[in-house]
Structures are given as structure tokens and as C-alpha cells.
């Protein structure tokens, strides 16, 4: 068992940093929490909170929060527009999250920033990781704000600085992969047409891909694999009034370890990927559970051999599934107007895709 009096320093408070120092503060420890930020985001970015981090936030009381807040997305639609080729019915997963919760990641930031407040501690806001040397045991930090700066030696530093993490270059650690050819574009806007704040819809549309997801207050994220994302809407919607746009270029890295000496990386800091299938912010809460428990089970060495693989799968499935649903191949729209429908009507498929959606296919870990 690790010594309650640590100091850790977790960098970033993203939804992945804030899980972190939840799960260490729930378990007695005093983590100090940083972000170069002044407070937490105000975009929607990620919006699919998936069943198995519903489970995760439980205990911290966040899951209560967020249900209160969000929508149950039960259905995903996909369309080659105009017909409508298949239909996953989420709530046929049998477990008591039986969808995908819909919220928009400054709520989600928002709630998690009250639980940990509700344990003892507050995030360190205007605060910049600047420099991160490694000692014997433990690390020293240069943290700026402002014109001034603070050391603070760490026994344990968890890098949650996102994908452009100063954690990661800091430890020399690479990120291999690559970038998608093509820009996207992302639009939150108040849509009129046949809208349902239940499903979420994938349209095949001449100009490429073209997806709406229900975002709460009436809005819905709409996102093309081109910048103009109102030029591939299909002309059943209109738009009333946007909220926030944004383009932007995916790429799919993973680091090749997780933790070097004491410091240790999780969420975007160590994989991204595309955003098909809604599992990037979840698969990043899963690394920060896990690390939490094993530092308090004083296994923290374990981390990177028991998450480095389940990064890896789920980098491999959504580079399929981005390939396979953007691509103009005729094999790829073969595969989407003929063998996805068949599949999918098959009890043995939906009872292995649906876990899978939902970030159930593994078994619980036993810390949960
Ligand atoms: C436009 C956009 C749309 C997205 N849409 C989706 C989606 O639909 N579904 C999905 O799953 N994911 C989506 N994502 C990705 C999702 O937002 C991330 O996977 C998620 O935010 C990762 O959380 P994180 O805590 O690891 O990193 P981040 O959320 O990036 O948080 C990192 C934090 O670290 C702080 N920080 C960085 N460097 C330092 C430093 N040196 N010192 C102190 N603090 C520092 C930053 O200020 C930030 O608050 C989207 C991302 C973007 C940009």
C-alpha cells in the first residue's frame, strides 16, 4: 500500500486529470492539481459518455450529476441518404447504462470540478507546467504563473496536458502515428427538421460524411469530413442558430510506455484518435481510474502494461471504422450498403459490437 502523504502533482485539469485526482482524493490522498487554464472549458468538444464511465464516476457521486444533466442517446441511425441502412439500438445492451449518456465536456469538467471540490480539493487555475526534470525518485516541477515561478519536487507526477502534453516531451517519450488526410468540420447549432434528442444519426452524403448528435438545450453537434459542415446536411434540417464551429485535423498516436520512473501520462497525453465511435475522453477517464487505484495499491509499475494494450485496441477500431465509413472505395461501400445491414440483424454481432460501443467489452476491472 502507498503512503497516503505523497505529493502527487497532476497536470491538466481536463476530464481526464480531474478523474485522476477524484479517484486519489476518494481513496485519501491530497493531490495537488494544475492548469495553465482559468477555468474549464467552454466548448462542447467531447459528447458521448459512455456506460462504463458512468460506472467509474459513480462512487464520486459524478454519474448521479451527469445523468440529471444529459440525455440518453438509445439509437444510432446510419443512412445513405436518403435511405436508412441500419439501426443500432443501444438500449438493447443489457445493463443498467443502457445508452450512451449525450453531454457536452464543459458540463461534464463542470461537474467533475464539483466533485473533487466536494473531497478537499481545488484546482490550482493560471498554473503552467514549464519544465519537468526527473530525480532518483520523484520529480521536480517548474511551475509558472504569472511572472512568477514555484518548484515543487513531486514523489509522483501524473501528466494530463493533453495531446501537445509538456509531460511527454519533457520525459523524451515519442508519439508515433499519423494524421487523416482530410480536415473536419464540427457545427453546434439549433436545428428544425425531424430531430430526435434520443438518436444520434451518421448520414452517407454525396460529399463525404455527415453526422448529428443530440447536445442538450436543443442543440445537436453536426460533423462532416470536410470544414463546411452545413454544405453536407442533408436538406430535411435547417439551421436556426449556431453555437460554435470549429475544423479540425485528426490524427491517431499512441505513446509506446505510459509512465517513466514516477511520472506517468494518461488521456490525450498518451493516445489520439479519431473521433468515431465517441471513445477518446472515455478511454482517457479509464487510464486515470486505473492509475489512481494502482498508486494506491502501490502497484503503479503495472500501469502501462495493463492500459497500453486497451489504447492500442481502441486506436486500431476506430482507424477501421474512421476508413471504413469515409472511405469512396467500392469494397468500403459494400461493405456499409450490404454486409454492416445483414451483420447487424445477427444477435451474436449486436452482442458483441454494442459492450464494445459502450466501453463494456472488457470485464470490469476489479477495482470497481
Ligand atoms: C474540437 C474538438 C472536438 C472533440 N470532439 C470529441 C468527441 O466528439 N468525442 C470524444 O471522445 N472526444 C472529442 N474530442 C477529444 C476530447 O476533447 C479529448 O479526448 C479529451 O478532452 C481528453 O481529455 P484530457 O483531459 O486528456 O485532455 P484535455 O481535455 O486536452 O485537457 C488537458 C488540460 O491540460 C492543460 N494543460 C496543457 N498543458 C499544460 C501545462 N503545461 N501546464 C498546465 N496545464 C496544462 C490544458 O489547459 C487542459 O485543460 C474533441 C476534441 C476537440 C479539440
Keep these: 500500500m502507498a503512503k497516503l502523504d505523497q505529493k502527487i502533482l497532476v497536470v491538466g485539469a481536463g476530464p481526464v486529470g480531474l478523474t485522476a485526482a477524484i479517484e486519489l482524493a476518494r481513496r485519501g490522498f491530497k493531490p495537488r492539481i494544475i492548469d495553465k487554464g482559468d477555468g474549464p472549458v467552454i466548448e462542447s468538444r467531447a459528447l458521448g459518455v459512455n456506460s462504463r464511465t458512468l460506472e467509474i464516476l459513480e462512487p464520486c457521486g459524478a454519474t448521479k450529476a451527469m445523468l440529471s444533466r444529459g440525455l440518453k442517446m438509445q439509437r444510432l441511425n446510419f443512412w445513405d441518404w436518403p435511405n436508412l441502412i441500419f439501426s443500432i439500438p443501444i438500449r438493447e445492451l443489457k445493463h443498467r447504462f443502457n445508452f450512451i449518456l449525450a453531454l457536452p465536456q464543459d458540463e461534464t469538467e463542470r461537474v467533475l470540478i464539483d466533485a473533487l471540490k466536494q473531497l478537499g480539493v481545488t484546482v490550482g487555475w493560471k498554473r503552467e507546467l514549464t519544465k519537468l ?36 516531451h519533457a520525459l523524451g517519450i515519442g508519439f508515433r502515428g499519423a494524421a487523416y488526410e482530410q480536415d473536419f468540420g464540427l457545427l453546434d447549432a439549433v436545428v428544425t427538421g425531424p430531430v430526435s434528442e434520443n438518436e444520434a444519426n451518421v448520414f452517407r452524403v454525396d460529399t463525404g460524411i455527415f453526422g448529428m448528435f443530440p447536445a442538450g438545450h436543443g442543440r445537436f453537434r453536426m460533423v462532416a469530413d470536410q470544414p463546411d459542415v452545413q454544405a453536407a446536411m442533408p436538406d430535411r434540417y435547417a439551421i436556426k442558430k449556431i453555437v460554435w464551429q470549429s475544423r479540425f485535423r485528426i490524427s491517431h498516436r499512441q505513446v509506446e510506455t505510459y509512465q517513466k520512473g514516477d511520472v506517468f501520462l494518461a488521456g490525450d497525453a498518451a493516445h489520439i484518435h479519431s473521433p468515431v465511435g465517441g471513445r477518446g475522453m472515455n478511454l482517457g477517464i479509464e487510464d486515470a481510474a486505473t492509475l489512481a487505484w494502482l498508486i494506491a495499491e ?18 486500431r477500431q476506430t482507424n477501421a471504422q474512421t476508413k471504413l465509413i469515409t472511405s469512396h472505395n467500392p469494397l468500403a461501400k459494400l461493405m456499409r450498403r450490404q454486409v454492416m445491414p445483414r451483420l447487424l440483424k445477427l444477435d451474436f454481432v449486436r452482442s458483441r459490437l454494442l459492450p464494445e460501443m459502450a466501453g463494456l467489452a472488457a470485464p470490469p476491472p476489479e477495482w470497481l
Design 133 to 168: 526534470e526527473q530525480a532518483a525518485a520523484g520529480a521536480r516541477a517548474t511551475i509558472k504563473r504569472g511572472l512568477k515561478t514555484e518548484i515543487f519536487n513531486a514523489d509522483i507526477v501524473i501528466g494530463a496536458d493533453g495531446a501537445h502534453s509538456t509531460v511527454r
Design 298 to 315: 502501490g502497484r503503479s509499475s503495472e500501469y502501462t502494461e495493463r492500459r497500453l494494450p486497451v489504447g492500442a485496441h481502441v486506436l
